[in-house]
């Protein structure tokens, strides 16, 4: 049987992680293009990053309890 809690509690940590991790890449996107360096790979993993981020929210949506009406 699953453990839908503790799987929605480990869903939320991971997207509060990745969406820390995502600030941090845009930080550092920023930082390359004001220096005049290449910051095509890191466009390109902000890219990714962002990916995984909308599949854990779509995730955690699927995990929310959900609570039918039904009428007559």
């Keep these: ?10 869903v939320a940590e991971r997207i509060a992680y ?13 930082r390359l293009q004001a220096e005049g360096s290449d910051a095509a790979q890191a466009e390109e993993l902000l890219v990714v990053a962002k990916g ?15 609570r039918w009406i039904l009428s007559r």
């Design 1 to 10: 049987m699953w453990d839908v809690a503790s799987d929605r509690v480990r």
């Design 52 to 66: 995984a981020l909308a599949h854990l929210q779509a995730h955690q949506s699927q995990l929310r309890p959900r």
């Design 18 to 30: 990745s969406e820390n991790r995502i600030d941090k890449l845009r930080q550092r996107v920023a």
